[in-house]
């Protein structure tokens, strides 16, 4: 395989990684703001789904970091690489913070003297992608690099 | 015969090195002054050169010239008025693009130019190989390379400046601005050259283009001459907005075009451009902006949770030894009632105001905040105030009183005056205690985004309140402003927590003085006169409450609230601290909390008046003494107290009744 045909693909991976993360985020951010004003299933209990407008408000704006870069990647542009950074990067900051907050939670009721309980939910494990596009791209993330 | 003596002028954006190369070419025959009717310092030199004279003027530093500011006025004025010889550009090699915004203005001017190449050394040792040949010949303007700081290059500079001083009369460089743009560009010129004497004083062509950037300096200098009306008819009759962008941009495409040239190797494009291009999207900037901000509150009350727990446990063990080894009672009272509640009371929220200040140096350090001003100059600038105003009001999360004073920066003094006003709606650190406890008590899991509501309400306030001032008090345009982005950075930790300690060290400072005085006062009056129950209705604090109850009553505030109110004109801390001994909570937060909750007085509507009413009402006292200050009037002064009561009264007075139609009460 020569080196344009691996660019290329390259350039595919990058583009599918960005356009699906995208829709992802954007589906469930629109479960959990749909939870938020009472409505969906009740069958979204078991993907924790629970009403958090502001998560899903976040969900939303990660997805349309992800997805407004589709084009840029699409083009050959170096700009869509930034929208992928930047969209990993956050949705990594943003599972952090809820991540924390679920732990400060938990230490705080053990120092109340309470049982803990917590919900793993979207914000944290949707974080997964990101971090798989991480692992993937961790020392090809020079912006020098031209995507062609 | 004799040579004649050269005149010379320094221009160059900031920080570029003019300094450096001034000194090297004059050394110290310097003489410092004002330009005439302006603080714009003025500094000219000598320097005797191959048998000539030369005088050289520092320009003030500019990134553009187009008048936004006093510096750029001076400089265009100086280089259009004095006319000098040569005008030496100081290009920073490291950054091209940005640097040769200016230098196509300069080449617009039709001036003899010289390119001081400086800190090239820099730019190579990034890796960029800048072909000055090449350079020369795509620009037609000698360049030398120079580094300031050590003096290299200053001859060759000068033999560049002296072969160019003596070349003929010079032609003016001409940017093609795009089909549309030239003909209006061509019919102007038409209209001005009509008039001999501005024909004479302006290039026509740079003069049209100035005009259609809606260049108010450039239409002033048309004053009185025969085509002042016809030029200002067609000027009015263009959309200068998007003529302004537009020749921006072209002047940009060019550069864009050119470098690479003579550059192969300089990356127009930085690692921080590209990240700039989501953080600063038009679409994006604003929303990521915010989502950082609510993240950083919702983390100032969650992490913060557990601290909290430990240091109120710590105070009520203390308050449990003072009571039972303490004699007589009332100094038992004093120091567990007064000293440990008031102090204690404040000291509990010492997390959530290191946590907020650490987040916030992080942000600052990486280049974060930068970026957030830079995307609120749009929204700035629609209500009339610039992204300048954005950092005091970033400032004043943390602090109001050097937030106001930062508002120095900002030379439009109407700018100025408004962002001093509105300054104090952005609410400071002091005020966190107050939210994070009624946040807490009657919001649950929802805390952090209430709290976040209360800053965005603030901000919200401020927004409106700029555009009220801008429309009636201080009338007038906002001046656009040019604002550096530095480079992302990873921060260091250590240099985050030194800036979280300075700024933080504060409250702990005001706990243990203004607070702890006012703590002792309010000890005092909820325990005198003597026999009577601390705090309770019959004590001098309760009667001062009852006199302000009704006033208060339509915001669903009872005495008590009234008191703690009053006290927090202090220090908006000590509100905390007074609700405490008015409700007879003891000397732990978590009782407080519980008896806020028990009490058939509070509930969630009231407490979320309660929040927007300390957020907005009188400033502080060390505010309202800053604010005299700067703005040296007590009229404004007196207004700001004033307003922001009235305001404050309106807003809970409005969430209370609306809340209490809609079923919430």
């Known amino acids: 395989m020569g080196s344009g045909d691996m660019m290329e693909d390259h350039r595919k991976l990058r583009l599918n990684f960005c356009f699906f993360t995208?829709?992802?985020?954007?589906?469930?951010?629109?479960?959990?703001?749909?939870?938020?004003?009472?409505?969906?299933?009740?069958?979204?209990?078991?993907?924790?789904?629970?009403?958090?407008?502001a998560g899903g408000l976040l969900l939303i704006l990660i997805a349309a970091i992800f997805l407004s870069g589709v084009q840029d990647i699409k083009a050959g542009l170096r700009e869509g690489v930034a929208h992928m950074y930047v969209g990993i990067v956050l949705s990594l900051f943003f599972a952090v913070i809820y991540a924390l907050a679920m732990a400060t939670g938990a230490m705080e009721a053990w120092l109340a003297g309470e049982e803990a309980s917590y919900t793993i939910g979207p914000v944290i494990y949707l974080g997964i992608l990101p971090l798989a596009g991480l692992v993937k791209w961790r020392t090809g993330f020079s912006l020098k690099a031209r995507v062609s | 015969m004799p040579k004649r003596n050269l005149k010379i002028a320094l221009a160059g954006n900031p920080n570029v090195g003019k300094t450096t190369i001034f000194n090297g070419i004059t050394g110290s025959r310097q003489h410092v002054g004002n330009w005439?009717?302006?603080?714009?310092?003025?500094?000219?030199g000598k320097r005797s050169y191959k048998g000539r004279e030369i005088e050289v003027v520092d320009l003030p530093g500019t990134y553009s010239l187009t008048p936004y500011s006093m510096d750029e006025i001076v400089a265009r004025d100086y280089i259009l008025n004095e006319k000098p010889d040569v005008v030496i550009d100081i290009v920073d090699a490291t950054n091209l693009e940005r640097n040769l915004y200016l230098t196509t203005q300069l080449m617009e001017l039709g001036v003899h130019i010289v390119i001081a190449l400086n800190m090239f050394d820099l730019a190579e040792s990034k890796g960029d190989e800048i072909k000055v040949d090449l350079m020369e010949e795509y620009l037609e303007i000698p360049v030398a390379k120079t580094?300031?700081?050590?003096?290299?290059?200053?001859?060759?500079?000068?033999?560049?400046?002296?072969?160019?001083?003596?070349?003929?009369?010079?032609?003016?460089?001409n940017i093609g601005y795009g089909d549309e743009v030239e003909r209006s560009i061509v019919e102007l010129s038409r209209i001005l050259k009509s008039e001999r004497e501005i024909a004479r004083k302006y290039p026509a062509r740079w003069l049209s283009v100035k005009l259609l950037e809606g260049d108010e300096d450039a239409l002033k200098k048309?004053?009185?001459?025969?085509?002042?009306?016809?030029?200002?008819?067609?000027?009015?009759?263009?959309?200068?907005?998007?003529?302004?962008?537009?020749?921006?941009?072209?002047?940009?495409?060019?550069?864009?075009?050119?470098?690479?040239?003579?550059?192969?190797?300089?990356?127009?494009?930085?690692?921080?451009?590209?990240?700039?291009?989501?953080?600063?999207?038009?679409?994006?900037?604003?929303?990521?902006?915010?989502?950082?901000?609510?993240?950083?509150?919702?983390?100032?009350?969650?992490i913060a949770l557990p601290f909290m727990g430990l240091i109120d446990m710590g105070f009520a063990w203390m308050a449990e030894t003072v009571n039972g080894t303490i004699q007589p009672n009332w100094l038992a009272s004093l120091i567990g009632d007064g000293v440990l509640g008031g102090v204690g009371f404040v000291l509990i929220f010492t997390p959530n105001i290191f946590i907020l200040f650490f987040l916030l140096s992080i942000l600052e350090d990486s280049g974060y905040l930068a970026r957030g001003a830079f995307v609120m100059d749009r929204v700035m600038y629609k209500i009339g105030l610039q992204g300048k105003s954005f950092i005091p009001m970033l400032m004043g999360f943390g602090c109001n009183v050097p937030a106001i004073m930062a508002t120095r920066s900002i030379d439009d003094r109407k700018a100025r005056l408004t962002t001093i006003l509105i300054n104090p709606f952005v609410s400071c650190g002091a005020r966190l205690p107050v939210y994070v406890l009624l946040a807490g008590a009657f919001f649950g899991a929802a805390a952090g985004t209430v709290i976040f509501a209360i800053y965005a309400l603030g901000i919200l306030v401020a927004v409106l309140s700029a555009k009220l001032f801008r429309?009636?008090?201080?009338?007038?345009?906002p001046q656009p402003f040019i604002m550096e982005l530095p480079p992302y950075r990873v921060p260091t930790l250590k240099a985050s927590l030194l800036h979280t300690w300075d700024r933080g060290k504060e409250y702990l400072k005001k706990a243990g003085t203004i607070i702890l005085f006012g703590a002792v006062i309010i000890w005092f009056l909820a325990s005198m006169p003597w026999?009577?129950?601390?705090?309770?209705?019959?004590?001098y604090a309760g009667t001062m409450g009852h006199v302000l109850e009704p006033v208060l009553a339509p915001l669903g505030f009872d005495w008590r609230i009234a008191v703690a109110l009053i006290f927090g004109f202090v220090a908006k801390e000590v509100?905390?601290?007074?609700?405490?001994?008015?409700?007879?909570?003891?000397?732990?937060?978590?009782?407080?909390?519980?008896?806020?909750?028990?009490?058939?007085?509070?509930?969630?509507?009231?407490?979320?008046?309660?929040?927007?009413?300390?957020?907005?009402?009188?400033?502080?006292l060390a505010t309202v003494a800053v604010i005299k200050k700067e703005t040296g009037s007590w009229k404004l002064t007196i207004f700001s107290i004033v307003y922001s009561l009235v305001v404050a009264y309106s807003i809970a007075f409005i969430i209370f009744q609306v809340g209490r139609l809609l079923g919430f009460g």
């Open chain 2, 147 to 173: 580094i300031g700081s050590k003096g290299i290059g200053i001859k060759d500079l000068l033999d560049k400046v002296l072969e160019e001083a003596e070349k003929g009369p010079h032609h003016e460089h």
């Open chain 2, 575 to 620: 509100v905390v601290g007074s609700l405490g001994a008015l409700y007879g909570a003891g000397e732990d937060t978590s009782s407080l909390t519980q008896t806020l909750q028990d009490s058939p007085s509070m509930y969630p509507l009231n407490a979320f008046g309660l929040m927007a009413f300390t957020l907005l009402y009188t400033p502080c």
């Open chain 1, 22 to 53: 995208g829709l992802v985020y954007l589906g469930f951010g629109i479960l959990l703001l749909l939870r938020a004003l009472g409505l969906g299933l009740p069958s979204m209990g078991t993907i924790n789904i629970e009403s958090d407008p």
């Open chain 2, 471 to 477: 429309a009636t008090l201080f009338k007038g345009d």
């Open chain 2, 36 to 44: 005439p009717g302006v603080t714009v310092e003025k500094v000219i």
């Open chain 2, 531 to 539: 026999g009577v129950e601390y705090g309770s209705g019959d004590s």
């Open chain 2, 222 to 302: 048309l004053k009185g001459s025969q085509v002042e009306l016809k030029a200002t008819q067609y000027v009015k009759s263009q959309d200068l907005e998007m003529l302004e962008a537009h020749i921006a941009d072209k002047r940009y495409e060019v550069i864009g075009a050119v470098v690479p040239h003579f550059c192969v190797t300089c990356d127009t494009l930085t690692a921080s451009d590209l990240i700039d291009h989501v953080f600063t999207n038009k679409y994006l900037g604003i929303p990521i902006f915010l989502a950082m901000m609510w993240a950083a509150f919702q983390l100032t009350f969650t």
